[in-house]
C-alpha cells in the first residue's frame, strides 16, 4: 500500500532564456510573449499549471524580461477604457491573465543553464515538492499530462518527469531515460539518465520533455552539480543521480505521455501550433480551415 504525501501547490517556470532563434522578433519582447493565436505563449503555461491545481507560480526571469510581469498584472488604464467603451469581452480577456494566480519573479542573474534556474526557485519553494514547467512546451489541456504526474508524486512520493516516444534520430535532441517498466501502463520507474546522447548511446527511444514534479531534495543535488554539457548546470545531471540513488529523494517515475503537445521553441513547430490551435478555435476555425483548404489546393 502506498502512503499518501503532502499536496503540491507550487509551481516553477523558468523563463530567462533570450530567444536567439527567434532573433529579431526576441531583440526587444521576449520569447515567451510571442502570440500563439491571441494568447502569449507563457499564459497557456500558466494556465495548465492551474489547472493542475498549482495556483503559486514562480516564474524565474532575466534581463528584458519585464514584459512578462505587466502581461500577469493589472492594466487599470486599459481596463478603464474597455470599461467606458462597454466591451466587457475584451475586458474579460484582459483580467483572465491578472486573476489566474499568486504570480512571484525571481532574476536568474546569471544564465547557466537549467539546473542553474531551478536552483534559483529554492528559497521561495522551501521544503517541499513542486512542478517545473518550460515554456517552450504546450500541452494541450484536454491532455491533462501536469495533474497525472502530481498525482503520481503524492501517491509514490520522489520526483517524476515527464517522457514522450521520439524516433531514434530525434533522441539526441532531447534528455533521454532508461526505464523499467511498472503495472501501470503509462508509468515507468526510471533507473537512469543522459542528456542529447548520441543515438548509439541513447537508454531507449523515451526523451524527457519540459514537464517536471521534484522533490526539494534536488536543491541540494543542484548546490553541488557540476556544470555538464554545454557548461551548464544540467537538470538532468542532478535527477540522474535522484535516481541511481533512491534513498535520497525517493523514485524517480516517468509519465509517458501520448497526447498533444506543441513545440513552441522551434521556429516550424512554432508555426504549426499556431495553425493547429487556431483550425481548432469555435470562433476562428471554420472560416481558417476553409481557407488554409484554399490555400493548400492552390499551391498543389
Known sequence: MTESHPRITKAVIPAAGLGTRFLPATKATPKEMLPVVDKPAI???????VSAGLDDVLMITGRNKRPLEDHFDRNYELESALQKKGDASRLAKVQESSDLATMHYVRQGDPRGLGHAVL???????REPFAV??????IDPRDPLLARMVEVQEQYGGSVIALMEVAPEQIHLYGCAAVEATDEGDLVKVTGLIEKPDRADAPSSY???????????????????EPGRGGEIQLTDALQQLAADEKVGGPVHGVVFKGRRYDTGDRGDYLRAIVRLACEREDLGPDFRAWLRSYVAEEM
Open 133 to 138: 514547467l518550460l515554456g517552450d512546451d504546450l
Open 120 to 126: 534559483c526557485a529554492a528559497p521561495h519553494v522551501g
Open 207 to 225: 526523451a524527457v520533455i519540459g514537464r517536471y514534479v521534484l522533490d526539494p531534495h534536488i536543491f541540494d543535488i543542484l548546490h553541488k552539480t
Open 43 to 49: 499564459q497557456y503555461v500558466v494556465e495548465e499549471a
